[in-house]
């Protein structure tokens, strides 16, 4: 089945480390997401990509980082520098649909993130 | 720039009480895409609808309808005989086709359906 996978579901990570959070799509979506929740906030974006070895900062872009080495691949790291790293990441991608007249995004699972 | 504007953050309603969700945008670009997503405790987004800006037709799934109006650049949600499976929170969006197009989001309506 096609779709999005991020990985893992929940993650612990103590003060001070990095830690990468994985996303993976096997739509054949040329474009990728990184969100952010938190409760009350809403969806902000972090970063995003149109394409392969492109990206583009988001609104909250701060003490992430993010590669796009393959397609279908878009790992977000979370580094020592995001002060309040502690929330609901989400993962998504898309592509124009011309077909039906427009885009759609389909978005994974998630991965709740703690610092401890 | 663009923007998503969702003033009710929480709604309470009892079961089969219509409940309409309101959604603002704004933007400067005459073609983009609106989405509404349902987010249930899960945590997956679940895509409902979307509607691009040339087709202000009204549309209806089930108990599900939507009005779109240009003119007051809004795109709103009506659930009618709302189910206590309806609570979720619901996500407005808006995309921008271009160099370097994003999806946009309001900060989501917490909906409560009591039985």
């Known amino acids: 089945d096609g779709g999005i996978t991020q990985s893992p579901k929940y993650l612990f990570r103590k003060e001070g480390q990095n830690v990468t959070l994985s996303c993976e799509q096997n739509?054949?979506?040329?474009?990728m997401y990184w969100y952010r929740q938190d409760p009350g906030q809403g969806l902000r974006l972090i970063y995003y990509?149109?394409?392969?070895?492109?990206?583009q900062k988001g609104d909250i872009a701060e003490g992430y980082s993010v590669s796009r080495e393959k397609k279908e691949s878009f790992p977000l790291t979370v580094t020592s520098a995001q002060k309040n790293p502690t929330a609901f990441y989400l993962c998504?991608?898309?592509?124009?649909?011309?077909?039906?007249?427009?885009?759609?995004?389909?978005f994974g699972q998630g991965t709740r993130l703690t610092v401890v | 720039a663009q923007k998503v504007t969702q003033a009710q953050t929480e709604i309470s309603v009892v079961e089969k009480e219509d409940v309409t969700l309101d959604c603002v945008y704004e933007?400067?670009?005459?073609?983009?895409?609106l989405f509404w997503y349902k987010q249930p405790p899960s945590g997956e987004l679940v895509f409902l609808i979307r509607?691009?800006?040339?087709?202000?037709q009204n549309e209806i799934s089930g108990r599900y309808s939507w009005n779109f109006q240009k003119s007051t650049s809004s795109f709103n949600f009506t659930i009618t005989a709302s189910q206590v499976v309806d609570s979720a929170v619901y996500f407005c969006?808006?995309?921008?086709?271009?160099?370097?197009?994003?999806?946009?989001f309001g900060k989501g309506i917490t909906l409560s359906v009591r039985p």
């Open positions: 739509l054949n979506h040329d474009a």
């Open positions: 990509s149109q394409i392969v070895n492109d990206f």
């Open positions: 969006a808006l995309y921008t086709p271009g160099a370097n197009s994003k999806l946009t």
């Open positions: 509607r691009n800006s040339f087709d202000e």
């Open positions: 933007t400067r670009d005459t073609t983009y895409y």
């Open positions: 998504a991608s898309s592509t124009p649909n011309r077909g039906r007249g427009g885009t759609e995004a389909f």
